[in-house]
Nanobody
Framework: QVQLAESGGGLVQPGGSLRLSCAASGSIAGINAMGWYRQAPGKQRELVAT???????NYADSVKGRFTISRDNAKNTVYLQMNSLKPEDTAVYYCNADMRQLGRPQYMDYWGKGTLVTVSS
């Protein structure tokens, strides 16, 4: 069994910062790309940022310059540093990872349960 667990969500004022973490656990054989997605009520889930196993990053235009994605391969963890937060950043943030379970040949797409980020004054 492999799984992802997000943490770090909460309430923050506009202009504030928040750091999300997502740790993969279980019998992990390998992790390729990891990423963060978000979904606000009534809206589609959208990509926020992705990072490859070699730390090549990609960001949605809406968060460029404000968010930074990083990973610690030794800890099987991906982070999202969120600065200059805006009310429109309010959403449930989901962690995503392309992972292979020990003993299985295929990589699969895994999702965390999500962590709520609320940006409000």
């Amino acid at each position: 069994q492999v799984q992802l667990a997000e943490s770090g969500g909460g309430l923050v004022q506009p202009g504030g910062s928040l750091r999300l973490s997502c740790a993969a656990s279980g019998s992990i054989a390998g992790i390729n790309a990891m990423g963060w997605y978000r979904q606000a009520p009534g809206k589609q889930r959208e990509l926020v940022a992705t990072i490859t196993s070699s730390s090549i990053t990609n960001y949605a235009d809406s968060v460029k310059g404000r968010f930074t994605i990083s990973r610690d391969n030794a800890k099987n963890t991906v982070y999202l540093q969120m600065n200059s937060l805006k009310p429109e950043d309010t959403a449930v943030y989901y962690c995503n990872a392309d992972m292979r379970q020990l003993g299985r040949p295929q990589y699969m797409d895994y999702w965390g349960k999500g962590t709520l980020v609320t940006v409000s004054s």
